[in-house]
């Protein structure tokens, strides 16, 4: 039974618009009707509408929490003996969610046509990763939906609360940066212009510090808006470059051999990608598919393309844990043991379980390294910048104390 949107009115005059799964327009239209609703458009979404709604509207993609919660729900149903069909139609109800709605109810039309669930998800990749497909599909062949499904709520928490944890440890430091910054411009600009009044009419001889400050100030207050204008076309330029893929190539690989910030970001997807390889080979799906779906849970590209020949390698017959020891650097020593044992003890799953709970807490490690170090260096950077000004708006007042005494 195909899936049909429709805009309608109430007979108030109200807009509406949903999903209904139906077996023609026309039952739609009375449908609507017999809801005491007016339709205006009644259109089929098809599959390959689906899809490329899906894959263009990043923005509208479902959050992870609403997802985590769905699986677990679905789960549960689906544990409880009920159909999966009721089971959607339930949990269609069930969500707030107006996108995860929507793609929910064109995924229990499809299974009611017969298709599996797993089919079904493809239609929606911005709502359901790639990675979900190859799971479910295992576990609809397995007999043990509920227990992937579960797999797949507990992987999509895990990996929601490494973003988030990694993105604060950028956040933070991005905001206390921009506050130091608007704090200092605020003093140049506004307060040591109003200072300089005072100290002209005295007609002293200022500190060097001062006069350094107040050269400082009338340079920024001329020039604020220039720079103004030369950040914002600094980030369009970046912007712009990054769109080509050599440049983002390039990009990722100096990202990756930062300082401070290139561990985090490697420990981040390092995690992420484990974490997926866990649940995808301990669900049972063949080693090149759990490669190819990790592909898309990373995001440096150097990674990517070293998955991409790990997968050519495994496919020509080479082992997994060599295959990634002949990418220099890429992958951690850590990782490494724990492929090559599980491929030597037939255990492969089982090692990247324990090897995803190591990188997690890896990362966590890395996390409070790196807030622990960035946090206090940039309070002491701007203590030091406030305290400067200060000094050189004091000193002169001490002098002219000096010269009343």
């Keep these: 039974m195909p899936g049909f949107k429709y805009d309608a009115i109430d007979q108030s005059g109200a807009a509406t618009s949903g999903l209904i799964n139906a077996d023609s327009p026309r039952q ?35 959050s992870a929490g609403a997802l985590s919660l769905m699986m677990r729900q679905l789960s549960s149903l689906v544990g409880a003996n009920i159909a999966v069909e009721k089971a959607l139609t339930a949990l269609v109800e069930q969500t707030d969610s107006k996108r995860l709605k929507q793609a929910l109810a064109g995924v229990r039309g ?79 600009i506004y307060v040591v212009p109003q200072v300089v009044k005072v100290f002209k009419r005295t007609h002293q001889e200022l500190p060097l510090l001062t006069r350094a400050l107040i050269g400082l100030s009338d340079f920024m207050l001329a020039t604020w808006m220039w720079w103004l204008a030369g950040g914002v076309a600094a980030f369009l330029t970046i912007r712009w470059l990054l769109k080509d893929v050599d440049n983002r190539r390039k ?44 592909v898309g849970v990373v995001s440096l590209i150097p990674l990517k393309e070293a998955l991409e020949d790990i997968m050519r390698s495994v496919r020509e017959g080479g082992g997994l844990g060599r295959s990634m020891e002949q990418r220099k650097g890429m992958f951690p020593p850590m990782l490494l043991h724990f492929v090559s044992s599980g491929e030597s003890s037939g255990k492969l799953g089982e090692m990247l379980e324990r090897a995803a709970e190591q990188q997690a807490k890896d990362l966590e490690h890395r996390i409070s390294a790196f807030t622990s170090i960035l946090e206090p260096a940039l309070i002491l950077t701007m203590g030091g910048i406030v305290l400067t000004i200060v000094l050189a708006v004091l000193m002169p007042i001490f002098e002219l104390n000096q010269i009343v005494k």
Excluded: C
Excluded at 112 to 127: I, N
Excluded at 159 to 169: E, N, P, V
Excluded at 256 to 273: D, E, F, T, Y
């Design 28 to 62: 739609v239209r009375q449908t609507l009707r017999d809801k005491g609703l007016f339709p205006l458009n009644v259109s089929e979404v098809s599959s390959e509408k689906r899809l490329a709604a899906g894959a263009s509207a990043p923005w509208m993609r479902v």
């Design 110 to 188: 499809e299974v009611l046509e017969g298709k599996d669930l797993s089919y079904a998800m493809r239609g929606y990749p911005s709502v359901f990763p790639e990675f979900y497909h190859a799971v479910v599909a295992i576990g609809e062949s397995s007999g043990k939906l509920d227990k992937v499904l579960l797999k797949l709520a507990d992987y999509t928490e895990r990996s929601d609360d490494l973003r988030r944890k990694t993105t604060l440890a950028f956040v933070y430091p991005a905001i206390l940066t921009v506050v130091a910054f608007v704090a200092t411009m605020g003093l140049l």
């Design 251 to 294: 990009f990722h690989r100096w990202l990756m051999n930062a300082p401070l910030a290139g561990w985090l970001v490697r420990s981040a997807n390092m995690a992420r990608l484990t974490s997926a390889l866990a649940i995808l080979v301990a669900s049972g799906v063949p080693l090149l598919k759990a490669l190819q779906a990790g």
